[in-house]
């Protein structure tokens, strides 16, 4: 039997059920929140195997194209690097969930050393063979650092609450925590109620999606930090989501490259921001 209402796991409110199974597991459930608007799973525990490829879904291993996936994935760090240089210029750097080390590379340039942690053993084995230092766990770690950033990784964390705490204790008085997010309020989601979207992107390994309240609810709860900036961030175009809506596809944005003007989508990322329904949440923090 379906649970039709849960206790929100961030602020203790009335979670209905809004999506029944994920994409890759029909027994886990989806909820949202009515007061402050987190989606969450009915089962917060994570079982998913990354150390072993879990994220790469049936892909064999040892055939993955390491070089493309850097190139795929070097527009979002080379944005994310621009949007903390400032904090990171002349610091110490750790990318929590670092994967192949793209953004490692990018803030490599202006910090005074970087290094990662990853749970993938081929992503770490990699990287370790680059000679960029990875660990597998955080508990492995011997210093403090300047600026610790977790680029999507804290949607995958079953506690938030304990490792907001955890995570400070590896910071310099004053130092940064950078959080980036899917926002639950994506438009996809919230306005265009696209139910192809939704099958696609709830996920057992996203056990919460969250909104500028709730997140901003947690950080406050941990008494460890001051917010320093709560930004959204549009990281896919109009193109992706008229190939959502039309044909219920991923992909627009390379698939329909005619749509791809500068002027619409800078026009289009206004009108996100100003509903607050941009796909992704930006947070710097700072340790108090």
């Known amino acids: 039997m379906i649970d039709k209402e849960l206790s929100c796991p ?11 199974g994920t ?23 994570r079982k998913n195997d990354y150390e072993n490829g879990f994220m790469y879904g049936s892909q064999d291993l040892n055939n993955i194209n390491i ?32 994967g192949f080390g793209g953004f490692l590379d990018c803030i490599s340039k202006v910090s005074s050393s970087y290094m990662g942690i990853e749970l993938g053993k081929t992503e ?6 680059e000679g960029i230092k990875c660990l597998k766990t955080i508990e492995e770690c011997k210093e ?19 490792w907001l705490i955890k995570l400070s204790e590896y910071l310099k008085d004053g130092g940064y925590l950078v959080i980036e997010v899917p926002n639950a ?42 917010i320093v900036s709560a930004d959204q961030v549009q990281r896919y ?3 992706n989501h008229l190939m959502w809506l ?22 289009y990322l206004k009108k996100l921001h100003e509903l607050q329904m941009c796909d992704t949440l930006f947070f710097v923090l700072k340790k108090k």
């Open 10 to 20: 961030i602020c203790n409110g009335l979670g209905n059920l809004i999506h029944k």
């Open 23 to 45: 994409r890759d597991n029909r027994l886990i459930d989806v909820y949202k929140c009515q007061k402050c608007g987190t989606k969450f799973l009915s089962k917060l525990e």
């Open 67 to 98: 070089q493309e996936r850097l190139k795929v994935f070097r527009p979002d760090d080379m944005r994310r690097c621009e949007m903390v240089k400032e904090i990171c210029c002349g610091k110490s750097i750790l990318d929590f969930g670092c």
């Open 124 to 129: 770490r084995n990699y990287l370790n063979k």
């Open 144 to 162: 403090l650092f300047d600026v610790i950033t977790l680029f999507h990784v804290f949607e995958h964390l079953s506690d938030p609450r304990v």
């Open 185 to 226: 309020n994506d438009i996809l989601l919230s306005l265009y109620d696209c139910r192809s979207f939704a099958d696609f992107t709830y996920w057992s390994a996203h056990l919460y999606l969250y909104t500028i309240q709730s997140l901003t609810i947690l950080i406050e709860g941990s008494e460890r930090y001051d």
């Open 237 to 239: 175009s109009i193109a």
């Open 246 to 267: 039309a044909k219920n596809e991923e992909g627009g944005h390379n698939k329909w490259k005619f749509l791809e003007s500068k002027e619409l989508n800078e026009a």
